[in-house]
């Protein structure tokens, strides 16, 4: 470990990097060495701004954070509308660094500062674990609030591919729910098959937590899924990337990664005085 990367080591080979700006997963690869996590050559592994790539932690909220008239309408979003939020997407745990707990070769447990946690939310406890096996990384986040809260998350993750356009996704269900935000969040009934990453897409599948997702890249396939967290995005700027707010990538970075992002999204989750929400994602090479 240096002082500011947790590493982790099994056996068998695999490896993973953690990164306590963050608590950010910057590297993952299997016995055979190959790194399974995009990772842009832009980006700055120290903040202040978010790590691109990996495996960013997108809470408490996803996006951006609720307008004031949202909160006014609904009291349980009001924590979010600290001014200092006013300017972040994807909550406050990325651009922050974490605490270690405790590790062994194979797993880390981290803790967010609450001296980082904005006074409104009146007490919110935040741990993340991550864990190495053979083939597969899991990650996992807890989170204890003392008040009553609405809460989003994601597990933001950039899945290293050698060519974006030739990538696709296998295992969401027909029937289910999708709504593709680039068209205005436009609703249709996926008709099964696969999810093709050829173009611009931003698509979320609705209720699809429980179920395994097959990314395929060429010979190599990785299997996603997920607990407590109910939706799944599925997203690449394409030319987009390089540009804009993506400007930490390098033009052509898109056809280097799909992320597919087990997440809260459509509805917000109550978090309870005292309950402890947990939600988790497991990959693993196959």
């Known amino acids: 470990m240096s002082s ?3 590493t982790l080591q099994h056996p068998t080979g695999s490896s993973a990097s953690i990164e306590l700006f963050g608590a950010h997963v910057s590297s993952w690869k299997a016995p055979d060495g190959v790194e399974r996590l995009y990772m842009s050559r832009k980006t700055s592994l120290t903040g202040p701004a978010p790590i691109r790539g990996g495996i960013p932690i997108c809470f408490p909220f996803f996006g951006p954070p609720p307008t004031a008239d949202q909160a006014s309408s609904d009291p349980l979003l009001a924590p979010h509308t600290a001014p200092e939020l006013s300017n972040l997407t994807h909550g406050f745990v990325r651009t922050a660094s974490w605490d270690l707990v405790s590790s062994t070769s194979t797993s880390a447990t981290f803790s967010f500062p609450s001296s980082s ?3 409104t939310y009146g007490g919110l406890d935040i741990g993340y674990t991550v864990t190495l096996t053979e083939k597969g990384l899991k990650t996992e986040l807890s989170a ?3 008040e009553r809260i ?3 998350m994601a597990f933001h993750t950039y899945h290293a591919v050698s060519d974006s356009d030739k990538s696709e996704i296998e ?3 027909p029937g289910l729910k999708t709504k593709n935000n680039l068209a205005g969040g436009a609703e249709s009934i ?3 098959g696969k999810i093709g990453m050829k173009n611009e897409i931003a698509t979320v599948a609705l209720g699809a937590a429980g179920e395994e997702l097959i990314l395929h890249d060429g010979p190599s396939n990785v299997a996603i899924s997920s607990s407590g967290l109910p939706d799944v995005l599925l997203w690449n700027p ?3 990337a390089g540009t804009s707010v ?3 990538m390098e033009v052509g970075d898109a056809k280097r990664f799909t992320c597919v992002e087990p997440a809260i999204i459509e509805e917000w989750k109550v978090l309870e005085p005292g309950e402890k929400f947990i939600a988790s994602q497991a990959l693993s090479v196959l």
């Open 4 to 6: 500011k990367t947790v």
């Open 117 to 119: 946690v904005p006074s």
């Open 144 to 146: 204890t609030s003392k």
């Open 150 to 152: 609405k809460v989003k």
């Open 171 to 173: 295992g969401i269900s």
């Open 190 to 192: 996926w008709q099964g």
């Open 238 to 240: 394409k030319d987009k």
């Open 246 to 248: 993506w400007s930490d």
